[in-house]
């Protein structure tokens, strides 16, 4: 499976992560040989196997339906890169503007 | 060309938990911005989620109810995209195997109409938080108090072939969340939200055409603009020729138009997978038969008790049972005045003509009317007991209705009472006679419709209070005499 | 005194021989000391741990004390602790200060540990050289030349310079027992779900456990006794009861089976870590064990099938990072989008690009069932091999890595290579299964782990083995010069 830089910036997007343009090749490179590792995993037969998500048997437990969080407004707008009145701040949507 | 159309609704119901589906943050409406965002709610490192044992019961509750399979078996899975309302950048949802699949709902279209309405499936998630729009320095605010509260998307088949279906099965479905109280139905609050999926094809095609998603429609008579818009649109789009994209709209009530979402995402890649912080949900058949014994009364089975019990017919029974509260309201009042079935019909009759009237007019909801039961059954007995007429009680109703109060001191107060002594109408109707003397010779000569003029001259003089059937009675010997 | 055992110190402690404060400086001396050289430590938390340990000393005095109150140790930095900066070796968490502290970190302090300062690792636990860090490579008190190993390589410099007699550290892939073979160290990744993963900064959810590392099996038993256990804001932590681990070490290996994997000693192994694997066959032979030869037939699949599993896991896990609601934000965002890509690109290290972008190929539409599905599958496949083995043995024998610690900056153009060298680590995983890394041996010099696999739950006799393999051999005693 090869890689090419506009796949690099296509999965780059979806994952939401800015790449320089000159370390693209590299990345290109890099995931091409890693999905050349993952594709080995073709040559195990796996017909009517169930796929397994977590390694125990174990089943969900679920907890009473009960408010046990206080407000910690505070605590967490103390670590946020910007918050006004009791609000986080993000720089605004811009395709929304035209909608 | 001949146009059917074709519909579908996504239901988003809250559910009225105390706290959120995977945190012990507190869900309540309205809260100051933040506060009941917990560390689980808001993302942060290394937090981890744990599911509310109360929405199992009520996603349980709700399969039972519309007659689907409850999965023993059901599994959380991510959905990913990012967003800022979605701190995690993931939502908590369930993708290949929903806790209810199957079911159905009868909806009662007119007097003589029911439809059933297949429901493909409804899973458990969680809501996202909200992003306020107005200008902080160019930045847009983020609340994430909704975050991570739980909802149940109810998904219907596409059954519907009209607004009007669309709005029936829509409050039918309303109706039934409430009965369970699994969700308050508050659509002002967002607490019952509808997505549409509108289509159309010719009339006859078994292909559906393709569908556009219509966001956003949160009240019942919006879902049938909405749709209305979308179909209009649609067909509009056909006839000359272009094709319908398949998209996300949002509905603008303002403008009562629908527009184009600008896509979140060129194509949205989801990249759904098993939650790996959650293990998959497994329900017993025991527990599932425990919930089933405590499923309430629900609207059919109260619609068919109305229909044996006050000797109802169908529709009525089927108008009262639409609404919770207006069942309740209905029982409450008939309890109240006595339970005789000519009451149980007139207390029908008010409760679905003059009371529901008056509350669409002010829109109000049946459990916000400032008529309460106590006060309409204490009308409805005067009216039983020949105290006043129909007439008068609409009269004292409205006194009711804008004052408040009971109706034995209006009926006191006005001097309201109904004339009943053969006595005292009968000199009336000998005044009425006397002052119209061509009248009344022309009555006797074969003009049969006079007899209506002299009623009213009659009511007019007792200001309606007389007993209409004396009225009746005694005017005729009196003219015929 | 950083080179008495953990069982020494808490009966110093006992005997009022020395204080929680004395020893607490000892070693806080020892990281000023050593540390800019080794740079084990992202935080050191001075106040912290002297406050921790002048609690401690005053829990004694109350005749409160458990066995490792007033003992000194280090979290790595995947523990969000209260107050105290959390990085994860991140530069998108370098301003990060959690207000919640993880079980792990609670548990610890209930006992009465003392907390000198948190580890560096590679970044989000993403490698196995630590040298994925923001804050720096980590060097191997062996030869500072190598790499400690990773991902856990703070902690496992810090142990191994006696620095802290204890630390934590997480297993996602081998990231405890990888840097325990490399730096002569103690490391146990218990079974899935025995140890709280709350609070601690996921990488792959379903793969990650946390664990103790130390100088010896009866250290680590100690620290794992405080560590293991139920909590209820772990949704895949087992309701399970915690055998006391340091009771049964004692017991002897007679009739012990140990299978050995024929693929563990294939080609890739490195011959002379194969000869002291085999010499540590023989000597748990000669304590009673019985060898047997068994088969892993799905072994070739291990690596392939880990680096599908983890980076999809993790490309979600690490969507959160999103400048939004805490961490770095990138300077002046233009938009929305800018500041998730910006926040995100600058924000983390080549690896764990490396690793988003391969699970978010393995996760998108077209490719999900060809990858993603078809690992989960062989992960199926993987735990048959382990449990036809437990029918045949009681635990399973193999080495840790297939070779030594290697140069700082070898392998770094090449990070196949270095998947590649998971191979012994990462099924354990994928399987849930406990397993521990122990000295076994030296080459040239530098320190060789032998691995011992469990069926689930049995890190009680894990610990037993190695603790018998302890009591005839020495190699668990030997400390790097200088420290």
């Known amino acids: 499976m090869s890689i090419s830089e506009s796949d690099v910036l296509n999965i780059a997007h979806l994952a939401r992560l800015e790449i320089e343009t000159t370390d693209i090749p590299k990345y290109a490179q890099d995931l091409s040989s890693i999905l050349e590792l993952v594709e080995q995993m073709q040559t195990q037969n796996t017909d009517q196997i169930v796929p397994m998500a977590h390694p125990l048997n174990a089943t969900q437990r679920l907890r009473e339906d009960n408010v046990t969080e206080p407000n910690q407004r505070d605590l967490a707008m103390a670590i946020a890169p910007a918050a006004e009145a009791g609000l986080y701040l993000v720089p605004k949507v811009i395709e929304e503007q035209d909608a | 060309m001949e146009w059917e159309v074709v519909i579908g609704l996504e239901v988003h119901a809250q559910l009225a938990t105390q706290s959120k589906i995977f945190s012990g943050a507190a869900t309540a409406y309205g809260a100051e911005p933040n506060t009941q965002a917990c560390m689980i709610d808001l993302g942060l490192p290394g937090v981890l989620p744990v599911l509310n044992k109360d929405v199992v019961r009520m996603a349980t509750k709700f399969g039972l109810s519309v007659g689907a399979k409850v999965s023993q078996r059901s599994v959380f899975a991510r959905k990913n995209y990012f967003y800022p309302d979605l701190p995690k950048g993931y939502q908590i949802s369930q993708y290949e195997l929903p806790i209810v699949e199957g079911g159905q709902l009868e909806i009662q279209l007119d007097e003589n109409t029911s439809k059933v309405i297949g429901i493909t499936r409804a899973h458990l998630e969680e809501d996202a938080g909200k992003s306020l729009h107005e200008d902080f320095h160019g930045m847009t605010g983020i609340d994430l108090n909704r975050a991570g509260t739980p909802l149940l998307e109810i998904v219907s088949e596409p059954d519907m072939r009209s607004a009007k279906e669309a709005v029936a099965y829509l409050k039918a479905l309303h109706s039934l969340v409430r009965y369970l109280g699994i969700c308050d139905g508050n659509m002002q609050e967002g607490s019952f939200r509808c997505d549409a999926n509108v289509s159309i094809r010719p009339k006859g095609q078994k292909e559906f055409g393709t569908r556009t998603e219509t966001k956003n429609v949160n009240s019942f008579r919006f879902v049938e603009r909405a749709i209305n818009y979308e179909v209009d649109r649609q067909i509009d789009l056909l006839e000359s020729g272009g094709k319908v994209m398949q998209e996300t709209r949002l509905y603008d009530a303002n403008k009562n138009q629908t527009r184009t979402m600008r896509s979140k995402e060129e194509a949205n890649d989801y990249r759904y997978f098993p939650d790996p912080d959650l293990l998959p949900l497994e329900i017993s058949s025991e527990y599932i038969e425990e919930v089933r014994k405590e499923l309430p009364e629900l609207p059919h089975e109260k619609r068919q008790r109305f229909q044996q019990q006050y000797a109802l017919n169908a529709y009525d029974a089927s108008v009262l049972v639409s609404s919770l509260d207006m069942a309740d309201y209905f029982e409450a009042v008939v309890n109240t005045v006595g339970s005789g079935n000519k009451a149980a019909k007139l207390v029908a009759n008010w409760v679905m003509g003059d009371l529901s009237a008056a509350l669409n007019k002010d829109l109000l909801d049946i459990s916000e009317s400032p008529v309460k039961a106590s006060q309409l059954a204490g009308?409805?007995?005067?009216?039983?007991?020949?105290?006043?007429?129909?007439?008068?009680?609409?009269?004292?109703?409205?006194?009711?209705?804008?004052?408040?109060?009971?109706?034995?001191?209006?009926?006191?107060?006005?001097?309201?009472?109904?004339?009943?002594?053969?006595?005292a109408i009968e000199k009336i109707i000998d005044e009425v006679i006397a002052s119209n003397p061509q009248q009344l010779e022309q009555y006797r000569s074969g003009k049969d419709k006079l007899f209506g003029f002299f009623v009213g001259q009659t009511m007019q003089a007792t200001k309606g209070k007389a007993n209409p059937q004396q009225v009746n009675e005694l005017l005729k010997k009196k003219l015929d005499g | 005194m950083h080179t008495k055992s953990v069982a020494e110190l808490a009966t110093d402690l006992g005997s009022k021989k020395i204080s929680s404060v004395e020893l607490t400086q000892h070693f806080l001396k020892r990281i000023q000391q050593h540390d800019n050289d080794l740079n084990s430590f992202i935080t050191v938390c001075e106040e912290r741990a002297l406050a921790d340990a002048k609690a401690a000393d005053e829990m004694?005095?109350?005749?409160?004390?458990?066995?490792?109150?007033?003992?000194?140790?280090?979290?790595?930095?995947?523990?969000?602790?209260?107050?105290?900066?959390?990085?994860?070796?991140?530069?998108?968490?370098?301003?990060?200060?959690?207000?919640?502290?993880?079980?792990?970190?609670?548990?610890?302090?209930?006992?009465?540990?003392?907390?000198?300062?948190?580890?560096?690792?590679?970044?989000?636990?993403?490698?196995?050289?630590?040298?994925?860090?923001?804050?720096?490579?980590?060097?191997?008190?062996?030869?500072?030349?190598?790499?400690?190993?990773?991902?856990?390589?703070?902690?496992?410099?810090?142990?191994?310079?006696?620095?802290?007699?204890?630390?934590?550290?997480?297993?996602?892939?081998?990231?405890?027992?990888?840097?325990?073979?490399?730096?002569?160290?103690?490391?146990?990744?218990?079974?899935?779900?025995?140890?709280?993963?709350?609070?601690?900064?996921?990488?792959?959810?379903?793969?990650?456990?946390?664990?103790?590392?130390?100088?010896?099996?009866?250290?680590?038993?100690?620290?794992?006794?405080?560590?293991?256990?139920?909590?209820?804001?772990?949704?895949?932590?087992?309701?399970?009861?915690?055998?006391?681990?340091?009771?049964?070490?004692?017991?002897?290996?007679?009739g012990l089976r140990i299978g050995l994997p024929k693929e563990y000693f294939a080609t890739g192994l490195d011959a002379n870590v194969a000869n002291v694997i085999d010499q540590c066959a023989k000597n748990l032979e000669k304590l009673g064990a019985k060898l047997l030869e068994i088969a892993l037939p799905t072994t070739a699949s291990h690596v392939p099938t880990y680096y599908v599993i983890a980076p999809a896991e993790a490309s979600s896990n690490l969507s959160r990072y999103d400048g939004a609601r805490y961490g770095m934000r990138c300077e002046d965002p233009k938009n929305l989008e800018d500041m998730y890509k910006r926040s995100r690109g600058e924000g983390f290290g080549a690896e764990v690009k490396r690793r988003i972008m391969v699970g978010t190929y393995a996760l998108s539409a077209g490719y999900y069932d060809a990858y993603y599905l078809k690992a989960q599958k062989i992960r199926r496949l993987i735990c048959d091999d382990f449990n036809n083995a437990f029918k045949e043995v009681d635990v399973i024998l193999g080495p840790t890595y297939p070779t030594t610690a290697f140069k700082i900056g070898e392998k770094l153009q090449d990070p196949v290579s270095l998947y590649l060298a998971d191979i012994y680590t990462i099924a354990v995983n994928l399987a849930g299964l406990p397993a521990l890394s122990m000295p076994a041996g030296f080459n040239k010099g530098l320190p060789i782990g032998a691995q011992l696999i469990g069926n689930y739950f049995t890190e009680a006799q894990l610990l037993n083995v190695a603790h018998q393999y302890q009591q005839a051999t020495d190699w668990h005693h030997k400390l790097a010069e200088g420290y």
């Open chain 2, 379 to 423: 009308l409805i007995k005067r009216i039983v007991d020949n105290t006043i007429s129909g007439k008068i009680a609409k009269i004292i109703f409205e006194t009711l209705w804008q004052e408040g109060g009971d109706t034995d001191s209006i009926i006191e107060k006005q001097g309201l009472k109904q004339i009943t002594d053969t006595g």
């Open chain 3, 60 to 254: 004694r005095q109350q005749g409160k004390a458990g066995p490792l109150t007033g003992i000194p140790m280090a979290q790595k930095d995947i523990f969000c602790t209260k107050g105290i900066k959390t990085t994860c070796a991140s530069k998108i968490l370098s301003n990060f200060v959690a207000p919640y502290d993880a079980t792990v970190v609670e548990r610890c302090q209930q006992a009465g540990l003392v907390m000198l300062g948190k580890t560096n690792m590679d970044e989000f636990a993403m490698g196995s050289t630590n040298e994925n860090s923001y804050y720096g490579a980590v060097k191997n008190p062996w030869d500072q030349t190598c790499v400690t190993g990773g991902s856990s390589g703070g902690s496992a410099a810090a142990v191994a310079a006696g620095l802290t007699p204890l630390a934590t550290g997480t297993d996602t892939g081998g990231s405890i027992r990888q840097p325990s073979a490399l730096c002569n160290l103690t490391g146990i990744k218990p079974t899935y779900g025995r140890v709280s993963r709350y609070g601690m900064i996921a990488y792959a959810s379903s793969l990650d456990q946390g664990g103790p590392m130390g100088r010896s099996a009866h250290d680590i038993a100690l620290l794992l006794q405080t560590m293991a256990g139920f909590d209820p804001k772990d949704s895949t932590s087992i309701e399970r009861e915690v055998p006391d681990y340091p009771a049964t070490l004692e017991a002897k290996l007679d």
